[in-house]
């Protein structure tokens, strides 16, 4: 249902996404992962059509068979919450401190779909109850500062799913969130999407999340997708060189202890060194260069090609060779 192709969103001389090619079916569910600064969010925002005014979008973003890459604002609002909506990070920050949250809810039943103000309350309740908010009519009462994050958390996702769009995106909807309540969030998204046919794109720099969460992923570095797959493919066995680095930094997703090994002995996790360089100090050619453990002499200034590892997995790096 939405389908970017080679799509890059620049700024001046330099791009936070650089010929990002994703695809996300209806009912399907895709993670995005990287580190900080990788373009997940970036790609989210451009999946929304919400793209800073200074950037330049380049490629083709089709949503339904609509075009949308060069569209204008205008278009666009057609689009967001009818068909594709949003989960933004910190829900204490998207949600308005001054608005009880009943009003939040309701404006946009309002305003997309132009029901009464007694038919988007009611329409309010039914989705605070969908999303597991408990006692909905005092909710719709109070203010963001009297709520849990978790139910912070459901408020916006009821938010997203007022006008029924046929795409969800959460943007790191587990952020500052304990263990307990992050997997009852994962579980009620993967639990709504399938319930309405809805398809889900889940963007996190957590593994165990996304595992738990989707069936394909999108591994991202400095605005590229590097590696796509099968989840539970990409995880167990993962291609590129950065792949596995995040995988070898992340306790707990082989099974073991997080901070042990299989023996039961703390052990030291390893790492990859250096951070993700700023947009305009990105190498020319592989993007990973100068933090690859494997890198080759050629890999600063060439860029690699996809190659097809098997089935519908690729990963686009110069050890693996050839052309998807």
């Known amino acids: 249902m939405m389908d970017l192709k080679g799509v890059s969103v ?3 001389a330099a791009y936070a996404l650089r010929d990002v090619s994703v695809s ?9 992962v990287g580190e900080s600064g990788s373009g997940k969010s970036m790609l989210g925002l451009t999946m929304m059509g919400m793209v800073p005014d200074a950037a330049r979008v380049e490629g083709a973003i089709a949503l339904d068979g609509a075009q949308l890459a060069r569209a204008s604002e205008r278009v666009w609002r057609r689009h ?9 990070q910190e829900p204490m920050a998207a949600l308005n401190p001054l608005q009880r949250l009943g009003e939040t809810v309701m404006e946009p039943l309002q305003v997309h779909l132009g029901l009464s103000r007694a038919a988007a309350r009611d329409r309010t309740l039914e989705l605070f109850a969908e999303v597991g908010i408990p006692d909905p009519e005092a909710r719709l009462r109070q203010y963001p500062h009297e709520i849990s994050g978790g139910q912070r958390q459901r408020v916006l996702i009821a938010l997203a799913l007022t006008c029924d769009p046929s795409l969800l995106i959460a943007d790191e909807p587990t952020t500052a969130l304990d263990a307990h309540v992050a997997l009852r969030i994962i579980d009620l998204l ?9 398809a889900l794109v889940f963007i996190s720099h957590d593994l165990a999340a996304v595992a738990r969460a ?10 590229e997708v590097i590696e796509t797959g099968p989840t539970p493919q990409v995880l167990q066995d993962p291609q590129h060189p950065y792949t596995k680095g995040l995988l070898g930094a992340r306790p707990g997703i082989g099974g073991e202890t997080p901070g042990r090994g299989p023996d039961g002995r703390r052990k030291r996790l390893p790492t990859i060194p250096g951070t993700v360089p700023p947009l305009s100090a990105l190498p020319a050619g592989c993007r990973f260069s100068g933090r690859c453990p494997v890198e080759l002499p050629h890999c ?5 090609e996809p190659h097809r590892v098997s089935g519908n997995r690729i990963a686009t790096c110069h050890l693996l060779g050839g052309r998807a």
């Open 300 to 304: 600063a200034r060439v860029r690699p």
């Open 190 to 198: 993967v639990n709504l999407a399938a319930s309405r046919q809805m």
């Open 80 to 88: 967001r919450a009818r068909k594709v909506a949003m989960i933004f």
């Open 24 to 32: 996300i079916a209806r009912g399907e569910r895709l993670g995005i």
């Open 10 to 12: 620049g700024f001046g």
């Open 214 to 223: 989707t069936e394909r992923i999108a591994v991202m570095y400095g605005g």
